[in-house]
């Protein structure tokens, strides 16, 4: 009995004990299995349904990307189509942070300090530069000529990239550095013909959308999108004449030592700019170290008074409006006179003179009395009709359209100092519209600098025949007893005038001057203008006739030789002469 008890409770035992069919750490396996089940059903259905368009993007990061195809920027040329402005291709050396880090960072410090010598930058200063990680594109230096990233490139630093970019060469150089002006390190125009058309000479580049395989072959062109082409701009310049206004410019600021000077030739009948320098001037291929006052085209920002360049708009005023005619004789004796309160002198006394004298020995007293002949406003006139108190109609930048104070009354002494030269302030552009007015017969049309198949409508604003004999006046100037006789061009009649200013200061007029030669040949046909500025030359010779003359002369010489414009004067029978005047000193 006590056997069949003991083995009673031992099955008992084991009933108890034994495993059940589901259990519960069965079920909760189960239950994880189903919830991971759900779980990625729903996240699959999310992918798939709700947001399909994550996925595709991530797989399209990974095998699409975008080429753009280069673009330079546009030419700029002068009117024979020699080249002014280029673009030349280089590369940027960039580097990626991240990158470094993740290779072999800095360890290589043969190479690295070969890198920083290349580039001209202190190895240690590049270390800290490129020591954030975070960071993932940062410029190492733009514009690198292709010899240097080759040199670069055979370093084979992680991290260090190199990419495309083009930069703007200037084959004239200082020649013609005010006019073309110069581009920033993006490749946009910031001086200049570079910034006035910035978008005319700015191309878009074309885009190819492309997929790539996992080895980065390109395996299929999804889409292409053409660019905007750039645009080349022809200038009405003429770079031979351009390199001699400025090689003849920049040895008489030097001889003179003058603080600057300009120089202006232009084409009387149609109002193309053929020459427009200044000096000092800069290399734009070489900014480094250039100051301001270099960088400004003075021929087009700053104003002087012009002095007795203006004394011929007096003389026709007085034709014009019938007060005189060229026989007029003129009384300016005793060579002075009062007006109110103030004097007008003469250097002496010429006494009794006729306009081409008044011109000839460029009398005070004589353009007083003439302008005085005729109403005030009708002299004013005469100087808004020539531009002077306009701009050039050539839009440069920077261009400033001189300083003329309009006042409601006048008196006769402002009326007489306005008429040599004072009480108004005119740029050397402005002067050479004036003179291509008179070149062209009293027709007034606009400057012009970008070269196009019309010419700018014209007006007449002085009677032919009054310009005409006003040119055959200012012909005596540069004759026997003129003031310019250096002026004079063998082989050419020229007619012209000088001006020689004292510059204003704070309590009336100080010692510096500022000497003005302009004129026009061949008087018979007049073709070019030329105004040669001199500002403030030191020494004993600081008259116009001694020192923006003779400059004068070089560049009207050479530049009629250069576009072959016959010689008119009958009294030279060789051009021998001419080529002498061209070349001397």
Do not use: C
């Not at 022809?234 to 030097?254: G, H, M, N, P």
Request: a positive charge; charged letters at 25%; glycine letters at 10%.
């Amino acid at each position: 009995m006590k056997h069949v008890r003991a083995t009673r409770k031992t099955a008992q035992a084991k009933a108890l004990n034994a495993p059940t069919l589901l259990h519960w750490r069965f079920l909760l396996v189960l239950f994880v299995i189903m919830l991971v089940f759900i779980g990625l059903g729903v996240r699959a259905a999310y992918i798939q349904v709700v947001s399909p368009d994550q996925l595709i993007q991530r797989g399209d990061n990974r095998t699409l990307r975008t080429r753009n195809d280069p673009v330079h920027r546009g030419l700029i040329t002068d009117r024979n189509g020699l080249q002014l402005a280029v673009s030349v291709p280089v590369r940027a050396v960039w580097a990626d942070p991240k990158k470094i880090a993740e290779g072999a960072g800095f360890t290589d410090k043969r190479r690295w300090q070969a890198l920083a010598e290349v580039l001209g930058l202190d190895v240690e200063n590049l270390i800290i530069k490129l020591g954030d990680p975070a960071k993932r594109f940062v410029y190492l230096q733009r514009q690198v000529s292709p010899a240097m990233a080759d040199y670069v490139d055979q370093l084979d630093l992680d991290g260090i990239y190199l990419r495309d970019e083009s930069r703007r060469y200037y084959p004239a150089g200082e020649v013609s550095a005010h006019v073309i002006g110069f581009t920033n390190v993006d490749d946009k125009g910031i001086e200049g013909i570079e910034k006035l058309y910035n978008e005319w000479l700015t191309g878009t580049p074309g885009t190819r959308q492309i997929r790539r395989d996992g080895k980065g072959r390109q395996v299929e062109i999804l889409a292409t999108e053409e660019g905007k082409e750039a645009h080349n701009i022809q200038l009405t310049i003429d770079q031979r004449i351009q390199a001699l206004a400025y090689k003849e410019l920049k040895w008489a600021v030097s001889y003179y030592k003058a603080t600057s000077g300009s120089a202006v030739v232009t084409d009387v009948r149609t109002g193309e700019i053929l020459a427009l320098v200044n000096s000092p001037s800069y290399n734009p291929n070489n900014r480094q170290g250039v100051s301001a006052h270099r960088i400004r085209n003075r021929a087009v920002t700053d104003a002087y008074e012009p002095g007795s360049s203006v004394k011929p708009l007096a003389v026709l005023s007085a034709l014009e409006f019938g007060s005189a005619t060229p026989k007029t004789k003129i009384n300016t004796s005793p060579g002075w006179m009062h007006l109110g309160g103030k004097i007008v002198r003469d250097g002496r006394n010429y006494g009794e003179i006729d306009l081409t004298d008044i011109i000839r020995h460029s009398s005070n007293m004589g353009t007083s009395k003439l302008a005085l002949s005729v109403p005030k406003e009708y002299l004013v006139d005469m100087f808004y009709n020539v531009g002077l108190m306009s701009g050039s109609g050539a839009n440069l930048l920077g261009e400033t359209n001189g300083i003329f104070n309009e006042r409601p009354r006048w008196s006769d002494f402002d009326i007489a100092t306005l008429s040599f030269g004072y009480g108004i302030s005119v740029t050397a552009l402005q002067l050479a519209r004036m003179y291509s007015i008179l070149g062209d017969g009293g027709m007034k049309r606009p400057l012009n600098i970008v070269k196009t198949d019309q010419v700018g409508e014209s007006e007449r604003v002085i009677s032919a025949k009054s310009a005409r004999e006003v040119l055959q006046m200012m012909e005596s100037v540069l004759q026997e007893g003129g003031s310019a006789r250096k002026a004079a061009v063998p082989g050419y009649r020229v007619a012209g005038k000088t001006g020689t200013s004292r510059k204003a200061i704070a309590n009336g007029y100080g010692e510096e001057y500022v000497n003005i030669f302009a004129g026009v040949a061949p008087v018979s046909d007049p073709q070019l203008a030329v105004v040669i500025l001199i500002n403030e030359p030191k020494g004993d010779k600081y008259y116009a006739g001694d020192t923006a003359a003779p400059v004068f002369a070089k560049v009207m010489a050479g530049s009629l030789q250069m576009l072959n414009v016959a010689p008119d004067d009958k009294n030279v029978s060789s051009l021998a002469a001419t080529s002498g005047v061209a070349h001397d000193g």
